[in-house]
Every structure is written in structure tokens, then in C-alpha cells.
């Protein structure tokens, strides 16, 4: 059906028009009767339905309707199957529509800075790229069946402590490269209905009311068609905002908001144009969620098994050491209050009511040989030492045990950050008295972030279950007994220990939280500091091998406008079928810019029979190669090589190709007379003065009689040569007014000299 929604905005009085700007409650939009303008309802997001039918809260504190907890972020993430997390979110938007909701709140895409961040189980990665392509194929998701999403929290939500008044101080570069990608990829990709602007402040100016963010990038530059809403209470400055281009404030601010947006028209300062173009969008969006409703069905049992196949597909085997799969004839002991009550989603606005939840207790054949020890509960840190040795015992009397570990609630939630990486206590130190009578020992975790693991050496399997929404238990069961082949890959590094992490010294800070470690987070960081980590990025095991050859590139050639096409055959090397990421990241060699080591440009995942090979494609675009240049404003792709690599995780590289470009972009030439002789020597358009000046400092000096750096020019003599190469070194860090002082050039030469570098 056609409307004219500009038409129905003229028939629309200030004050229906200010009133269509704010929520009508917690989760409702206003309706204007006389007009046909219905009442909608937004609902959390992001991995199921939050609907709260009676009392409001963005807090999950008061119930929900009874729905479907899919596998939260942290897990999803881990699949790296864009399909999977596509029908995840067709699921999600089915639910939607059967409860009349016309916007999920959801995806949620902030990037994990820190291990520490209270919310990070609800995002999917440390990874800019990955991050976007999971959250487009959640939004395409989502959005077939006809309902709108929220791609959230935009951004640089990156700690829970202070959200709603602390600044993240963050450079244009480190924004545009690591924390704007995952929403542009999102919007550019998907187009989500609505964002949901952040808590926050970025560099002082609340997201809110952040016209460069919510319009010029977001809109101007990447193109967004729908509304942006709050979060939960983000207004600062209602009138403000509406000029920024926050067009909804939620949840209802009693009038206030509306009160404010009346006076501003009616005293001048806001254009009612402004108005009309906010309440434009927020009407198109209403109707074509209006327009697009249909009849459909709460199928809670077959999305519970969708959620289960989310989860197998996702959990992400770390270590076996021939422990795993566990053979129906082995006496196992199960051990720990996780394995009969799991963690399986975290605290606050994401938590459903989940209308059945699977244990791997409720899961397994009780005829099978199992014993099971609660060893430690579930919910607090107590060791309790008659527990302690009944699962000690139960451990000794078995074949195997396997230790269900985890965070409990308390441990990890929004609304506050964690204080430290490490598991409960108790847990840690009855993995170890269990290791000390039991060797074959297997640990399974329900976490929602990171933990430190200092039995790591001890345990000869770990199982990274993270909180695997309502079937985590039956998902577990089935891998750790090889029905199912595990295939998930780590969507963030494992550091051994907190203070490892980039941002350990400017975390949680309360005002401004300053992002010193810039571009180099998760394992840009770890690579450049060759660091050592418990489990890098993208790892994750499968109980067959494969086999990576034959690496080829549609073209060694190309320019910065161009896409090139990795190829790269994959064999299942062991007996049974298994699926398996092939990961493509780029190495810079260009030496344009200060650059991490590799970045993540590409991923498929692909089955593979036993013996089976095939050949997997990754196209890469012509921005994998660009770096963020803020003198430019823009994407720069410098000329060089780039070596192109494939790999099973960020640490397990296992071949690599190179790739020329031949860029036509050119950085902006700023010569003046601080410019140094390295500057002018490095750059193609200033070399040849540099290489003039350099000799005529060599004569100055007395310096052998080079033209250029050369090795072999170099003196043979040891003495000499450190001498040679300090001249080097100062001469190439001298700045030009400096052959001025020496007396080579005068002042207005060298002006003219500058004058005719820079035009030409
Ligand atoms: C959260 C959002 C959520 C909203 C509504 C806020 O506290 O930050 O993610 O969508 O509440 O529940």
C-alpha cells in the first residue's frame, strides 16, 4: 500500500507531532487516533523477545512473556557462519511478529575492548569485520519477516561503569577503524529500521546530541534510511538532540521532552522543519512495519531447536588432548553446579523468560556410565570442603571427569563491569584438587567474557560453552559425546591474564575513559606486541584436521579501486565430516601508515566430508586494503604489497600470497620548513630534493661522498661505520630550516624551494 507519510505529517498539530518524539511508555510509541497512526511496541533484543506485557523495566527485572533465548552474541559470534545467524534472526523476527513487536533491540555490536566490560555476552567480538557481518546477517534476518531492528549501542559503549556520563576519549582514526565499522557495515549492508544511540559521551559530546555521529557519518556518509532512537534514559538535551538527529527519545519522558520541542518551535529556536523531517522518519518506519504485519506463530519448540543447532554450531573447542569425544562405555563423573543448572544468558535488558531450558544433566542417557558431584554451586564462591570431596571421589572412581565451570550471575551483567578475569575460587582450586586424582580431566565453562585458566596445563580438555542460550546444555552434551563435531572459533583473544589486555590502564575510569591503545585492540594488539596468549583469536579445534593448499589470487596486481579473489583448497584430513573457518587476513607491508600486523578481511565456513576437498573463495573488497587518514578525512589505500593470508586462527597461518597495488591516491603534500630530509626522501614527489639536500649536507660535513643511503657505500671500518651511520640518522631527521642556519640556502631560497615542492 501506498501513503503519503509527508502528507500525513502536514495534517499532524505541534503538539501530535513533538508527542510522535518520545515514547508513550516503556515500550510503546505514541499513536495519533484521529490520524490512523497506530501505537507500536519496541521490545529487547537481542537474542529473543524481552516483551514485557504488564510492568516496564530496561533492566530485566520485572517478567516477560515466556519466549526463546537464541544463543547470545558472544556465542553466535563464534560460529562464524553468517547463514546461521541470518535464520537465527529470521527466527527472532517470526517471534516478533507473532507478538506484534514492530522493532527488536537488538543487534548489539559494541566492541569487546576489554575482557572486563559487564555486557560484552550480549556483543560479538573484539573484531570490527566479524562484528559487522554478524550483525548484517542478524538485521537481513530479522528485518525478511517484516520487523524492524535496532542496531545498538552507536557507540563507543565499552565499559557499563559511568555509561550514562562518562566520555570515551577516542581518536577519528581508532573510531573509524575499529568502533564505527561494525554499525556501518550493518546500515551499508542491511539497513536496519533504527539505531539506538548510545549512553555515552564520545570525545565530550554525548552520542544523543552528536550531530557529527548521528547525521553527518551516519546518515550523510553511510547512507541510513530510518530512525534513530535512545537508549533507555540517553536524552541529555532533548531539543539539542532533535537537531542532532535523535528523532526518538525513549522510553516516555512524561512530556518533558515533547514540552521542550513545543517551546523551541514556538519560540524559534528549533526550524519545525526539523520536526516534521524526524517525525517523517519515525512514521515511515511505523507503516511499513504496519504494512508488512501478517499472521504467524509462536513455534517455541522448533526455535528451541533452532537455538540448539546455533549453539552446536558455535562453541568452540580450545583444547583436547585425546580426551574428546567421550565413548558411551567410558565412566565419566560430572562435576560442578553448571552441569544441572547452566548459565546460559547474562543479567539486564537482554534476559528472556525462557519457556524451557535443556541442562546437559537432563540431556544425557542416565542408563549411561555417569556419576555426578555438585562439587560447587552454581550462584557464589564458597568452597565447601564436604562437596569438594565427594566430587573428588567421584572424579577418582571414573574413567574421566568433566568439571562444568563458569560465572555465575552476580559474576557478569550490564549495568556494572566485572573487577577481575578470574573464575570463582572455589571453582579454580577444585579443577586442581580434581586434577591431582583424576588426569583425564575435561573442563566445560558457561561465560559470558574471558576467564584467566591457571589449571589450563592440568585440564587436558577445555570446551568454551559461553552462555549458550536455553539449549546450551543439550548443545554441550552433544559435542562433548561427538554427535556433533564442534566447528565455533574464538571471536576474541583468550590473554592469560587481565593486565595483558590493551586497555588495562584506561578502563573503568569514571569521566573520561581514554582509548591510548588506539586501533590496537584484541589480537591487533597481542600480534603487535608478539605477546603470548592463552587462545588467539579465531582458534578453535575439531575432533577431525584439515589441510589448507594451493593459495591462489585472481590477480598479483591490482589497483586500490579493485576487488581481488582469494582461493584456497581445504581437505578433511581426519575420519569423520567437520566444518571448518578459513580465515583471510591482510598484512600491510606498505609501511603507509603505523599498522596492526594482520586484520581479518574475510571468513567462510564450509563442510567437508572425511577425505573430501574443496576449494573455498573469499572475495576481498577494495576497503580491506584502506587505512582511515584524517588529514584526508577519507580511506586510504597505500601502493606496495600486501601479503594475503589464510588461516585456521590468527596464530595459525597457514599460507600466504602477495598482492600488489598500485594506488592513485596520493596523502596531501605538506612541506614547510620543519620538514625533515627523511620526509622529503621518502616521499616520490620530494625525494629528489631530499636526495640534493643530502648531498650537499655530506659535503658540509665531510661525510663520504653518498648521494644516497646505501649499504655498501658504507665504511668498512667499525668505528667509521657507527660514525656514517649517526650522520644518517641526524641528517635524516633534520629539518630544512636547518640548511638555512648552516648556511646553504638562504631563508627565501628555501622558501621558493618549499613553494615549488609543494606545486608541483
Ligand atoms: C539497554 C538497551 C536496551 C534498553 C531497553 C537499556 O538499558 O542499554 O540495550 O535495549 O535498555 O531495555
Same mark, same amino acid.
Given at each position: 500500500?501506498?501513503?503519503?507519510?509527508?502528507?500525513?505529517?502536514?495534517?499532524?498539530?505541534?503538539?501530535?507531532?513533538?508527542?510522535?518524539?518520545?515514547?508513550?511508555?516503556?515500550?510503546?510509541?505514541?499513536?495519533?487516533?484521529?490520524?490512523?497512526?497506530?501505537?507500536?511496541?519496541?521490545?529487547?533484543?537481542?537474542?529473543?523477545?524481552?516483551?514485557?506485557?504488564?510492568?516496564?523495566?530496561?533492566?530485566?527485572?520485572?517478567?516477560?512473556?515466556?519466549?526463546?533465548?537464541?544463543?547470545?552474541?558472544?556465542?553466535?559470534?563464534?560460529?562464524?557462519?553468517?547463514?546461521?545467524?541470518?535464520?537465527?534472526?529470521?527466527?527472532?523476527?517470526?517471534?516478533?511478529?507473532?507478538?506484534?513487536?514492530?522493532?527488536?533491540?537488538?543487534?548489539?555490536?559494541?566492541?569487546?575492548?576489554?575482557?572486563?566490560?559487564?555486557?560484552?555476552?550480549?556483543?560479538?567480538?573484539?573484531?570490527?569485520?566479524?562484528?559487522?557481518?554478524?550483525?548484517?546477517?542478524?538485521?537481513?534476518?530479522?528485518?525478511?519477516?517484516?520487523?524492524?531492528?535496532?542496531?545498538?549501542?552507536?557507540?563507543?559503549?565499552?565499559?557499563?561503569?559511568?555509561?550514562?556520563?562518562?566520555?570515551?576519549?577516542?581518536?577519528?582514526?581508532?573510531?573509524?577503524?575499529?568502533?564505527?565499522?561494525?554499525?556501518?557495515?550493518?546500515?551499508?549492508?542491511?539497513?536496519?529500521?533504527?539505531?539506538?544511540?548510545?549512553?555515552?559521551?564520545?570525545?565530550?559530546?554525548?552520542?544523543?546530541?552528536?550531530? *557529527?555521529?548521528?547525521? =553527518?557519518?551516519?546518515? $550523510?556518509?553511510?547512507?541510513? @534510511? &530510518?530512525?534513530?532512537?535512545? #537508549?533507555?534514559?540517553?536524552?541529555?538535551?532533548?531539543?539539542?538532540?532533535?537537531?542532532?538527529?535523535?528523532?526518538?527519545?525513549?522510553?516516555?519522558?512524561?512530556?518533558?521532552?515533547?514540552?521542550?520541542?513545543?517551546?523551541?518551535?514556538?519560540?524559534?529556536?528549533?526550524?519545525?522543519?526539523?520536526?516534521?523531517?524526524?517525525?517523517?522518519?519515525?512514521?515511515?518506519?511505523?507503516?511499513?512495519?504496519?504494512?508488512?504485519?501478517?499472521?504467524?506463530?509462536?513455534?517455541?519448540?522448533?526455535?528451541?531447536?533452532?537455538?540448539?543447532?546455533?549453539?552446536?554450531?558455535?562453541?568452540?573447542?580450545?583444547?583436547?588432548?585425546?580426551?574428546?569425544?567421550?565413548?558411551?562405555?567410558?565412566?565419566?563423573?560430572?562435576?560442578?553446579?553448571?552441569?544441572?543448572?547452566?548459565?546460559?544468558?547474562?543479567?539486564?535488558?537482554?534476559?528472556?523468560?525462557?519457556?524451557?531450558?535443556?541442562?546437559? *544433566?537432563?540431556?544425557? =542417557?542416565?542408563?549411561? $556410565?555417569?556419576?555426578?558431584? @555438585? &562439587?560447587?554451586?552454581?550462584? #557464589?564462591?564458597?568452597?565447601?570442603?564436604?562437596?569438594?570431596?565427594?566430587?573428588?571421589?567421584?572424579?577418582?572412581?571414573?574413567?574421566?571427569?568433566?568439571?562444568?565451570?563458569?560465572?555465575?550471575?552476580?559474576?557478569?551483567?550490564?549495568?556494572?563491569?566485572?573487577?577481575?578475569?578470574?573464575?570463582?575460587?572455589?571453582?579454580?582450586?577444585?579443577?586442581?584438587?580434581?586434577?591431582?586424582?583424576?588426569?583425564?580431566?575435561?573442563?566445560?565453562?558457561?561465560?559470558?567474557?574471558?576467564?584467566?585458566?591457571?589449571?589450563?596445563?592440568?585440564?587436558?580438555?577445555?570446551?568454551?560453552?559461553?552462555?549458550?542460550?536455553?539449549?546450551?546444555?543439550?548443545?554441550?552434551?552433544?559435542?562433548?559425546?561427538?554427535?556433533?563435531?564442534?566447528?565455533?572459533?574464538?571471536?576474541?583473544?583468550?590473554?592469560?591474564?587481565?593486565?595483558?589486555?590493551?586497555?588495562?590502564?584506561?578502563?573503568?575510569?569514571?569521566?573520561?575513559?581514554?582509548?591510548?591503545?588506539?586501533?590496537?585492540?584484541?589480537?591487533?594488539?597481542?600480534?603487535?606486541?608478539?605477546?603470548?596468549?592463552?587462545?588467539?583469536?579465531?582458534?578453535?579445534?575439531?575432533?577431525?584436521?584439515?589441510?589448507?593448499?594451493?593459495?591462489?589470487?585472481?590477480?598479483?596486481?591490482?589497483?586500490?579501486?579493485?576487488?581481488?579473489?582469494?582461493?584456497?583448497?581445504?581437505?578433511?584430513?581426519?575420519?569423520?565430516?567437520?566444518?571448518?573457518?578459513?580465515?583471510?587476513?591482510?598484512?600491510?607491508?606498505?609501511?603507509?601508515?603505523?599498522?596492526?600486523?594482520?586484520?581479518?578481511?574475510?571468513?567462510?565456513?564450509?563442510?567437508?566430508?572425511?577425505?573430501?576437498?574443496?576449494?573455498?573463495?573469499?572475495?576481498?573488497?577494495?576497503?580491506?586494503?584502506?587505512?582511515?587518514?584524517?588529514?584526508?578525512?577519507?580511506?586510504?589505500?597505500?601502493?606496495?604489497?600486501?601479503?594475503?593470508?589464510?588461516?585456521?586462527?590468527?596464530?595459525?597461518?597457514?599460507?600466504?600470497?602477495?598482492?600488489?597495488?598500485?594506488?592513485?591516491?596520493?596523502?596531501?603534500?605538506?612541506?614547510?620548513?620543519?620538514?625533515?630530509?627523511?620526509?622529503?626522501?621518502?616521499?616520490?614527489?620530494?625525494?629528489?630534493?631530499?636526495?640534493?639536500?643530502?648531498?650537499?649536507?655530506?659535503?658540509?660535513?665531510?661525510?663520504?661522498?653518498?648521494?644516497?643511503?646505501?649499504?655498501?657505500?658504507?665504511?668498512?671500518?667499525?668505528?667509521?661505520?657507527?660514525?656514517?651511520?649517526?650522520?644518517?640518522?641526524?641528517?635524516?631527521?633534520?629539518?630544512?630550516?636547518?640548511?638555512?642556519?648552516?648556511?646553504?640556502?638562504?631563508?627565501?631560497?628555501?622558501?621558493?624551494?618549499?613553494?615549488?615542492?609543494?606545486?608541483?
Amino acid at each position: 500500500m501506498k501513503r503519503d507519510i509527508s502528507a500525513l505529517v502536514k495534517e499532524m498539530t505541534l503538539e501530535e507531532k513533538a508527542g510522535m518524539c518520545s515514547g508513550l511508555d516503556f515500550w510503546h510509541l505514541k499513536g495519533v487516533e484521529r490520524l490512523g497512526i497506530p501505537s507500536v511496541m519496541v521490545s529487547d533484543g537481542p537474542h529473543g523477545l524481552r516483551k514485557q506485557d504488564d510492568k516496564g523495566d530496561h533492566l530485566g527485572i520485572n517478567d516477560s512473556i515466556k519466549a526463546v533465548c537464541f544463543p547470545p552474541a558472544c556465542l553466535s559470534a563464534c560460529s562464524f557462519d553468517r547463514e546461521l545467524v541470518k535464520e537465527m534472526g529470521v527466527r527472532i523476527g517470526k517471534e516478533a511478529q507473532a507478538e506484534d513487536l514492530s522493532v527488536v533491540l537488538g543487534p548489539a555490536v559494541n566492541i569487546k575492548r576489554s575482557p572486563l566490560c559487564g555486557r560484552n555476552f550480549e556483543y560479538y567480538s573484539e573484531d570490527p569485520y566479524l562484528s559487522g557481518e554478524m550483525a548484517a546477517a542478524c538485521i537481513q534476518g530479522i528485518q525478511s519477516q517484516g520487523v524492524g531492528t535496532s542496531v545498538k549501542h552507536f557507540a563507543a559503549n565499552n565499559q557499563e561503569y559511568n555509561r550514562l556520563s562518562c566520555s570515551s576519549e577516542v581518536d577519528e582514526r581508532t573510531l573509524r577503524e575499529i568502533y564505527f565499522p561494525a554499525f556501518e557495515t550493518a546500515v551499508k549492508k542491511a539497513q536496519p529500521k533504527t539505531v539506538m544511540c548510545s549512553y555515552n559521551m564520545i570525545n565530550g559530546v554525548y552520542s544523543s546530541e552528536n550531530s *557529527w555521529l548521528l547525521t =553527518d557519518v551516519l546518515r $550523510n556518509e553511510w547512507g541510513f @534510511e &530510518g530512525y534513530v532512537m535512545s #537508549d533507555w534514559g540517553a536524552v541529555n538535551e532533548r531539543v539539542p538532540g532533535l537537531k542532532a538527529g535523535l528523532e526518538l527519545e525513549m522510553p516516555s519522558s512524561n512530556g518533558t521532552g515533547d514540552t521542550e520541542i513545543i517551546n523551541a518551535v514556538k519560540d524559534g529556536t528549533l526550524d519545525e522543519a526539523v520536526l516534521d523531517r524526524a517525525v517523517e522518519r519515525i512514521l515511515r518506519v511505523v507503516f511499513d512495519y504496519i504494512d508488512n504485519r501478517h499472521e504467524e506463530k509462536l513455534e517455541l519448540e522448533a526455535d528451541h531447536e533452532i537455538a540448539k543447532h546455533v549453539a552446536c554450531e558455535s562453541m568452540v573447542l580450545l583444547k583436547n588432548d585425546e580426551m574428546l569425544p567421550l565413548k558411551k562405555d567410558e565412566k565419566v563423573a560430572f562435576i560442578g553446579g553448571f552441569f544441572k543448572t547452566p548459565r546460559y544468558q547474562g543479567g539486564g535488558s537482554s534476559h528472556i523468560n525462557s519457556f524451557r531450558v535443556d541442562s546437559a *544433566w537432563d540431556c544425557l =542417557d542416565k542408563e549411561e $556410565n555417569i556419576v555426578y558431584a @555438585e &562439587g560447587f554451586s552454581a550462584v #557464589d564462591d564458597i568452597y565447601d570442603e564436604e562437596l569438594a570431596k565427594q566430587a573428588c571421589e567421584a572424579a577418582k572412581s571414573a574413567d574421566k571427569a568433566v568439571i562444568f565451570a563458569g560465572l555465575p550471575d552476580v559474576f557478569e551483567s550490564e549495568g556494572y563491569d566485572r573487577k577481575h578475569m578470574r573464575l570463582p575460587g572455589c571453582q579454580n582450586r577444585l579443577i586442581s584438587e580434581t586434577a591431582k586424582v583424576q588426569p583425564n580431566l575435561v573442563v566445560v565453562l558457561h561465560n559470558g567474557s574471558p576467564v584467566e585458566m591457571p589449571w589450563l596445563s592440568c585440564a587436558k580438555a577445555v570446551l568454551e560453552a559461553y552462555l549458550g542460550g536455553q539449549a546450551a546444555g543439550s548443545a554441550v552434551a552433544a559435542i562433548l559425546y561427538g554427535e556433533v563435531n564442534p566447528s565455533g572459533k574464538l571471536a576474541e583473544t583468550f590473554p592469560y591474564k587481565l593486565s595483558d589486555n590493551p586497555s588495562y590502564l584506561n578502563f573503568g575510569c569514571p569521566d573520561k575513559v581514554e582509548y591510548h591503545e588506539g586501533i590496537y585492540v584484541g589480537y591487533r594488539y597481542y600480534d603487535k606486541k608478539e605477546m603470548e596468549v592463552a587462545f588467539p583469536f579465531g582458534h578453535g579445534l575439531s575432533y577431525t584436521t584439515f589441510e589448507y593448499s594451493n593459495i591462489k589470487l585472481s590477480a598479483d596486481k591490482i589497483t586500490e579501486k579493485d576487488t581481488v579473489t582469494v582461493s584456497v583448497d581445504i581437505k578433511n584430513t581426519g575420519d569423520i565430516a567437520g566444518k571448518e573457518v578459513v580465515q583471510i587476513y591482510i598484512k600491510d607491508n606498505t609501511g603507509i601508515c603505523p599498522c596492526p600486523v594482520k586484520e581479518l578481511k574475510g571468513f567462510e565456513k564450509i563442510y567437508l566430508e572425511p577425505g573430501e576437498t574443496k576449494t573455498v573463495e573469499i572475495c576481498l573488497d577494495s576497503r580491506s586494503f584502506a587505512h582511515y587518514n584524517v588529514d584526508t578525512s577519507g580511506w586510504f589505500t597505500g601502493s606496495g604489497d600486501y601479503d594475503i593470508l589464510a588461516g585456521a586462527s590468527s596464530r595459525d597461518i597457514r599460507l600466504s600470497a602477495t598482492l600488489n597495488i598500485e594506488s592513485s591516491q596520493q596523502l596531501p603534500l605538506k612541506v614547510h620548513m620543519n620538514t625533515t630530509l627523511g620526509e622529503l626522501l621518502a616521499d616520490k614527489r620530494t625525494r629528489k630534493y631530499g636526495l640534493k639536500f643530502k648531498h650537499q649536507m655530506d659535503v658540509f660535513f665531510g661525510a663520504p661522498g653518498s648521494t644516497d643511503i646505501k649499504e655498501d657505500s658504507m665504511p668498512e671500518e667499525d668505528g667509521a661505520a657507527l660514525g656514517y651511520a649517526m650522520a644518517e640518522a641526524v641528517a635524516s631527521s633534520m629539518p630544512v630550516r636547518n640548511l638555512v642556519g648552516f648556511g646553504l640556502y638562504k631563508k627565501e631560497e628555501m622558501l621558493k624551494l618549499l613553494e615549488e615542492m609543494q606545486n608541483a
